[in-house]
């Protein structure tokens, strides 16, 4: 690779780094939780991506992030109020920035009048309250050569090169011994108006601070107004010092003794002449989150991996202070951690997951042999199985993640459908250090976007009906994830009209979804809106309106084996939520027989299990039948039938009902021959190793070794569910 | 006539991009001796410990900035007299005014090109070989 296409991967790298930094710093303005260190950071983060720009020669980026940063900076220097109008264009047009930067770096185009407009509103910010243009970038400016050799000539700022000849500048090749215990101290003294009007001099205590060494004084005046606008008792100037002393810190305090109350004094250490053989710091590891992408982003075309610069061989000499500018920049130096190839973790487990099948065959093996439990062999392996099970756990927390990575691209999202519905939104984002397996992380985006989507569109009212119905103008929409009970909770709700449980029902008996007649609850109602089909927007709205609907979300999310529920209060808002395993690898499993075949049922599907008894069953026409479980009639599957293991159903009575529980709330019962236990098992894909069945969700490998498909319950029942809804309303009847 | 492959540089700047960069100039230009820090602090310690004839160094960090990295540059005796040349952007006018008065050597605007580098170098030591 050009060394100069190297550098460019970092600079987009660093780019990306740089921009969630200004989106972070300006979303906690927002909140009110920055600082001013925040503001500088934020400056920075845009004056970096100027400054790498302008070297590439990305034109409009730099004049992007050149009025951009004009406009932060007034902030900067408190010219600017922090104020949520300014910080809201502030928002967008980091968005664009993004938009401009992933343009440079993927060949792409923007939308020129978004960016124009951003433009616009931000000269307008600078211009408001400043009254100066943001002066324009100035072309290159190449001042003409001088002969190396003849005295340099002043610049067009007045400015003469120090000269000095490169013999004066001694070495530190061996940092002999010390002269003496010196030590920089940065001093800095701002005098309160206390401290004059006290008869105190600032002068004098400086001079005795010169005393302590060799001083180096700064006075800052930045604050001296015009002279009309000077206030006699106010203390404008402040000092800082640079002292080159062998004293320590309560020397130099001990001289401001006497002002102590009257004056603000910050003394620092800087260096310690007597530097200890400087060791590189342990390598900076970012935890292991791929790089924040826009939502509107392509997926990066530059590999994570690609070598920074930095790998160059003349960096092997870098200076041992380099090594802690890793990627993480220092910031993680805290956490001591490790970079380690996902591939690695992804084998890890995988062996974990042998090993946890293996460790069930020794167990089933032994038991064979007939051995008493509490013989020293069985105990042996009961503590195996703890141990692995520690393992198992260990290792796939190694995969874990917070959500972050998915949350922090929501703020934008919100912003941007905000903006196209004339809306006013506020994203309350709760609980994104909850972690989650990687796999698990990776498809949790789409779908809250679209919930999200969904939400902003549908959910919140316009500004005028939120006003008139006596609510805040700015609708909240809260996004959280929690941990509950061994899976993960993606929660989001709304402060917005509700659901229109009679539009609802109304549209969906119109598109014929549902029997006219029928008699629904409220929870009913609102789950239709999961049905495919349906959609409430009188107008496709260019948000939501995608062609898909909360349907496919619902899919999506059943394919992880999660669930989705929703929860509506007219007028108050609706919360949607989300709830999905931690992982993808393992489960817990009822394993249980049908037709001499070996199943697994995922457990968490399963509301209870029972015996029926020879009248709950009524056949329906000659392939259905229900069963009654205590005042409600369910369609009964036979899994053996419905897998085709065996062509005639078997005698309901003979065998075990499970009840289970279908995404949409539908409920089935599942007949099965027995139930041998309750067991995790790990999750072997079907599809990558066999190919996609109907009603079979994936493999796993047993204790004996055998392997045994883990049932798809929504796929076996949803048919089914449909289906016989009709009919159990008549069953009921009858 | 100093050699660039004799002079010892340190470039500090918060921006693993920027550092490359000037790396990468500073390598066509015929340097072979330099380091890297990415920021004032770990630019006084890496001077301290290993010394360089050159600072080229960014006025925007974290921690300690430009400024401040000069002073304390110029306030330490070993150091003192180490070349100092500040990377500033193009309307920093103030700024340069402000290094003067701490004693820069020379300051090189954003974006340079390798030829106004070694401009801006070789007005502080004389023509390179």
């Known amino acids: 690779m050009d060394p100069m296409d190297a550098i460019k991967v970092t600079f987009f790298q660093e780019c990306d780094e740089q921009l969630g930094e200004l989106e972070a710093g300006l979303m906690a303005l927002e909140e009110g939780t920055g600082d001013r260190e925040t503001v500088n950071a934020v400056f920075r983060a845009v004056h970096s991506v100027k400054g790498g720009a302008g070297a590439f020669g990305f034109e409009d980026l730099v004049k992007f992030s050149h009025t951009f940063e004009t406009v932060l900076d007034l902030m900067r220097s408190d010219k600017l109020a922090i104020e949520p109008d300014v910080l809201h264009v502030m928002l967008r047009a980091s968005d664009v920035l993004a938009d401009l930067v992933h343009a440079a770096r993927d060949g792409g185009t923007v939308d020129q009048d978004r960016c124009a407009a951003l433009m616009e509103e931000l000269e307008h910010l600078a211009l408001g309250d400043s009254a100066a243009p943001a002066p324009a970038p100035v072309a290159a400016v190449t001042s003409a050569p001088a002969s190396p050799d003849a005295e340099p000539e002043p610049d067009e700022w007045g400015f003469v090169p120090l000269r000095i000849s490169i013999d004066d500048v001694p070495l530190l090749d061996e940092p002999a011994a010390p002269a003496s215990d010196e030590e920089i101290w940065k001093v800095t003294f701002t005098p309160r108006p206390a401290l004059y009007a006290k008869g105190s001099d600032a002068t004098i205590l400086l001079r005795e601070l010169a005393i302590l060494g060799e001083c180096d004084v700064a006075v800052d005046d930045s604050l001296v107004p015009s002279l009309d606008a000077m206030d006699v008792n106010a203390s404008y100037l402040s000092w800082t010092c640079f002292l080159n002393s062998d004293k320590d810190e309560a020397a130099i305090r001990e001289i401001f003794e006497f002002v102590e109350g009257d004056c603000d004094l910050i003394v620092e250490r800087i260096v310690v002449s007597t530097p200890a053989p400087i060791t590189a710091p342990m390598p900076v590891i970012e935890p292991i989150a791929p790089p924040p992408v826009a939502i509107v982003a392509p997926a990066p075309t530059a590999k994570p991996t690609a070598a920074p610069p930095r790998a160059a061989p003349a960096a092997s000499k870098a200076a041992p202070a380099a090594a802690a500018s890793g990627d993480g920049e220092g910031k993680a130096a805290a956490n001591a951690t490790i970079r380690v190839d996902l591939e690695r973790v992804d084998r890890l487990i995988d062996l974990v997951g042998e090993l946890v099948i293996n460790q069930a065959m020794l167990a089933q093996r032994v038991a064979e042999t007939g051995v008493v439990r509490s013989s020293n062999v069985a105990m042996g392996l009961d503590e195996l199985e703890q141990l692995t099970r520690e393992l198992q756990d260990s290792v796939m927390a190694i995969r874990a993640q917070p959500v972050k990575s998915v949350f922090q691209r929501m703020p934008r999202l919100v912003r941007e459908i905000a903006t196209a519905t004339n809306k006013q939104v506020r994203l309350v984002m709760d609980g994104e250090g909850t972690e989650v397996d990687k796999t698990v992380i990776e498809r949790l985006s789409d779908p809250i976007t679209h919930m999200l989507r969904n939400a902003v569109d549908h959910g919140l009212e316009t500004t005028q009906e939120r006003i008139d119905a006596g609510k805040a103008a700015e609708g909240t929409i809260r996004l959280a994830a929690l941990h509950r009970s061994g899976r993960i909770v993606i929660e989001v709700s709304d402060d917005g009209r509700g659901i229109n449980r009679e539009r609802v029902k109304a549209k969906a008996i119109e598109k014929g979804l549902i029997a006219a007649d029928l008699n629904m609850t409220d929870e009913e109602i609102d789950n239709i809106i999961f049905l495919p089909g349906f959609s409430t927007a009188s107008a496709i709205s260019d948000i939501s309106g995608r062609g898909v609907g909360m349907d496919v979300v619902k899919r999506s999310i059943q394919a992880l084996g999660g669930r989705i529920s929703i929860n509506s209060n007219p007028g108050k808002g609706s919360t949607f939520t989300l709830s999905l395993p931690l992982t993808l690898a393992v489960l817990d499993g009822m394993v249980v027989s049908a037709a001499e075949q070996t199943l697994i049922a995922p457990l968490t599907t399963i509301i209870e299990t029972l015996q029926p008894k020879p009248g709950e069953v009524r056949r329906l026409g000659p392939n259905r039948t229900v069963i009654a479980v205590r005042d409600a009639f369910v369609p009964l599957v036979d899994v053996g039938v419905a897998l085709g293991f065996r062509k005639e159903s078997a005698q309901p009575d003979s065998g075990v009902v499970l009840l289970v529980e279908s995404e949409g709330g539908g409920r089935a019962a599942l007949l099965v021959d027995d139930i041998q236990g309750q067991r995790q098992v790990v999750i072997k894909s079907l599809e990558a190793n066999y190919q996609r069945v109907e009603g079979v969700a994936a493999a796993t490998i047993l204790g004996d070794g055998r392997v045994a498909l883990i049932l798809d319950v929504d796929g076996l029942i949803a048919q089914r569910v449909s289906e016989t809804r009709a009919e159990t309303q008549l069953a009921k009847a009858g | ?129």
């Open chain 2, 1 to 129: 006539m100093p050699a660039a492959s004799s002079i010892r540089v340190l470039v500090v700047d918060d921006q693993l991009t920027m550092r490359a960069l000037v790396r990468s100039a500073l390598q066509q230009i015929g340097f072979t001796d330099v380091n890297e820090a990415p920021d004032g602090e770990e630019g006084l310690k890496a001077l301290v410990a290993k010394g360089a004839h050159l600072v080229i160094s960014d006025y925007n960090m974290p921690k300690m900035d430009g400024l401040d990295f000069l002073r304390a540059i110029r306030s330490h005796e070993p150091t003192k007299k180490t070349a100092f040349i500040m990377l500033t952007g193009r309307s920093d006018k103030e700024l340069v005014q402000r290094a003067i008065q701490f004693g820069v050597n020379n300051y090189l605007t954003k974006p340079f090109t390798t030829v106004s580098l070694k401009q801006k170098i070789e007005a502080v030591f004389g023509a390179l070989t």
